[in-house]
């Protein structure tokens, strides 16, 4: 019996909203917040992960990480401006992109994004190729609300699109529901 996929990454709980706290800038009056200012909290995750190593669960999920999304990858969805924009201003510290709905990120989200859309992708392949029969992807930050060029709800790149977009590539589907709730 095939086992179900778990794809997960520590690096992806390392996500931080930088010198935020929610969608507010650091200094005046607003202090920083313990969960690396965002309200979409590692702690969270760290804790499914952490239940299925301690209860002996994850012995019977192939736990795995994956490769980032690749530039063609993220293309499928996002224009080449949106991820130069997200790229520069990760790799100055972090911000927020000048559209979207305040979606603030610190240093390095790009990366971050980047792994946690490869999980997503990993995990709709590994199903679609049969190497899995279901699968699920632990990812942050995550992608659900983002648009192709406009973060929004914490989120920087629509990672099931990337995912959906990569299967089709591949010929592994060509139309895909999506139930999001």
């Not at 000048?98 to 603030?104: F, N």
Request: aromatic letters at 8%; proline letters at 7%; hydrophobic letters at 40%.
């Amino acid at each position: 019996m095939t086992k179900t996929g778990f794809l997960w990454d520590e690096r992806c709980f390392w996500h931080t909203g930088g010198g935020y706290a929610l969608t507010v800038p650091l200094g005046g009056l607003t202090q920083p917040l313990t969960a690396g200012g965002l309200p979409e909290d590692p702690e969270t995750k760290r804790r499914l992960k952490n239940l299925l190593d301690v209860t002996g669960l994850a012995s019977a999920l192939d736990c795995r990480s994956a490769q980032p999304a690749s530039r063609t990858d993220l293309e499928r969805v996002h224009p080449a401006r949106y991820l130069d924009e997200f790229k520069a201003l990760s790799d100055a510290g972090g911000g927020e992109l000048s559209i979207g709905a305040r979606a603030p990120f610190g240093a390095g989200a790009y990366e971050t994004a980047a792994l946690s859309a490869g999980l997503v992708r990993e995990a709709l392949l590994s199903v679609l190729d049969g190497r899995n029969p279901n699968a699920y992807a632990l990812s942050r930050p995550p992608g659900h609300h983002c648009l192709p060029d406009f973060p929004n709800g914490f989120c920087l790149l629509a990672n099931i699109a990337i995912a959906i977009k990569a299967a089709q590539a591949k010929g592994l589907a060509k139309r895909v529901v999506v139930l999001d709730w």
